[in-house]
């Protein structure tokens, strides 16, 4: 591997592919059953316990306004570190790890300045992958809320 290269882990929602960087992503796991959290923001899906670790289900289908759909046992969760805390993220399906030059990178400044949780876009033959600045995913009014939810289990 180049040392120019970078790496992100590829998981779907619908027809389409995002990306989370390698170094932030701790492992996939299949669905379990997601506890309810009352109180939580909108975007959280409710806990998952994981080795002891209470964990936050995050929907990004919330957060990129896709169509709500029903969790389902064959969907995927990407447990991932944020700068503040271990989040996982309910995905569709996880295609593996891509490794991408930067030739084939856009940064997200570059394409539509001001969006928050998009860090770039990575430009395949077949399609776009959105990479995603996970530290940005959560608001702050977001993560106090759920830090309140939380605290209250």
């Keep these: 591997m180049s040392s120019t ?10 027809d389409r592919r995002y990306g989370l960087p390698l ?26 316990n994981v080795q002891g670790q209470v964990i936050p289900v995050v929907s990004a289908r919330r957060r990129f306004r896709l169509p709500e759909r029903n969790l389902a046992l064959s969907d995927q969760l990407v447990i991932a570190r944020t700068a503040r805390r271990t989040v996982a993220l309910a995905a569709d399906a996880v295609s593996g790890v891509l490794e991408y030059s930067p030739a084939e990178a856009v940064g997200a400044r570059d394409i539509v300045p001001g969006i928050g949780y998009i860090e770039g876009v990575v430009k395949l033959p077949d399609g776009l992958v959105l990479i995603h600045d996970l530290d940005k995913f959560l608001s702050l009014d977001e993560e106090q809320a759920l830090d309140g939810a939380i605290g209250g289990t």
């Design 5 to 14: 290269s970078s790496r992100v882990v590829v998981f779907h929602l619908d």
């Design 23 to 48: 170094s932030a992503v701790e492992r996939v796991v299949r669905m379990v059953d997601v506890t309810p959290l009352p109180q939580a923001p909108d975007i959280v899906l409710g806990v998952i």
